[in-house]
T-cell receptor, first 115, second 115 residues
């Protein structure tokens, strides 16, 4: 039973380009959460999605960031026109229910570097 | 979002010795969950231990145990018989128990294990 799969593991983008980060949740998990980790900081909540629905995007910047979790395929976090401040590790987590009281299963993250 | 504070940026421990990591949090809720996550250099976020606030008994997982002091809002992690593989960043996290799903993380403590 594969865990949460994120790809790519490392992504380098030039300022102004688009970054697309992918997350495949654990089998049987229909709830996906994205977190961002800036250098020397803990993870910060960005967005919570269920299949075809964004439930809570309160932690996501209003501009340039979007997320989706289609009926088929992985969840995608998209960052348009990236800037240096977007450089961070982006983590995806999944759970079988929205409560996740047993702790979420995290992927290994995508490290985005904007040059 | 609740505030989670880890006051020790770095801790060093001799192999086979014990180290304790501190964590305090700020909340007005009585029902919540607390977690410790380990992040080794591979960047994978690994759940180490969890504690339900309504349980007075401290959680234990093999060499890892917590000291949960609800009144003091303190949740420390003790690593006994430290091993080289314990070297990692450790994050304390809080999750509300009332219809919430977001984790609030502390800034982390880097643990170094000396051979």
């Amino acid at each position: 039973n594969a865990g949460v799969m994120q790809n790519p593991r490392h992504l380098v983008r030039r300022r102004g380009q688009e970054a697309r980060l992918r997350c495949s949740p654990m089998k049987g998990h229909s709830h996906v959460y994205w977190y961002r980790q800036l250098p020397e900081e803990g993870l910060k909540f960005m967005v919570y999605l269920q299949k075809e629905n964004i439930i809570d995007e309160s932690g996501m910047p209003k501009e340039r960031f979007s997320a989706e979790f289609p009926k088929e395929g992985p969840s995608i976090l998209r960052i348009q026109q990236v800037v240096r401040g977007d450089s961070a590790a982006y983590f995806c987590a999944s759970s079988p229910t929205e409560q996740g009281i047993y702790g979420y299963t995290f992927g290994s993250g995508t490290r985005l570097t904007v040059v | 979002a609740q505030t989670v504070t880890q006051s020790q940026p770095e801790m060093s421990v001799q192999e086979a010795e014990t180290v304790t990591l501190s964590c305090t949090y700020d909340t007005s809720e009585s029902d919540y969950y607390l977690f410790w996550y380990k992040q080794p250099p591979s960047r994978q976020m690994i759940l180490v231990i969890r504690q339900e606030a309504y349980k007075q008994q401290n959680a234990t997982e093999n060499r890892f145990s917590v000291n949960f002091q609800k009144a003091a809002k303190s949740f420390s992690l003790k690593i006994s018989d430290s091993q080289l593989g314990d070297a990692a960043m450790y994050f304390c996290a809080y999750r509300s128990g009332v219809n919430d799903y977001k984790l609030s993380f502390g800034a982390g403590t880097t643990v170094t294990v000396r051979a």
